[in-house]
């Protein structure tokens, strides 16, 4: 299994910054990508940004230029993997729950997402 947790939300003004952090514990060299989604009230969750096992990284054009998603290897361990999104120029419309989200393969023909619980960014204008 694979355990995610998210930390770092807040209620900034437009234009500011700030840094949300995932850590992801448990059978994480099954890991294959670490994603952020965001759900808005109203709205459906949406993928935000990515990253994947080997470095690749893609992001919604909504937020392209913006927010930046990073892996910190210096802290990662074999139990243990840290993922943040760095996300600058922030906009009111960046206001939603944001979610960690692992996925990884529990064997070689699947693949299963892990979820975190959220955690709320409120953007003022």
């Known amino acids: 299994q694979v355990r995610v947790v998210e930390s770092g939300g807040g209620l900034v003004q437009a234009g500011g910054s700030l840094r949300l952090s995932c850590a992801a514990s448990g059978r994480i060299f099954n890991i294959v990508a670490m994603n952020w989604y965001r759900q808005a009230p109203g709205k459906q969750r949406e993928l935000v940004a990515a990253i994947r096992s080997g470095g690749s990284t893609n992001y919604a054009v909504s937020v392209k230029g913006r927010f930046t998603i990073s892996r910190d290897n210096a802290k990662n361990t074999e139990s243990l993997q840290t993922v943040y999104l760095q996300m600058n120029s922030l906009k009111p419309e960046d206001t939603g729950v944001y979610y960690c989200?692992?996925?990884?393969?529990?064997?070689?023909?699947?693949?299963?997402?892990?979820w975190g619980q959220g955690t709320q960014v409120t953007v003022s204008s």
């Open positions: 989200n692992a996925a990884w393969k529990p064997s070689v023909e699947a693949e299963v997402g892990s």
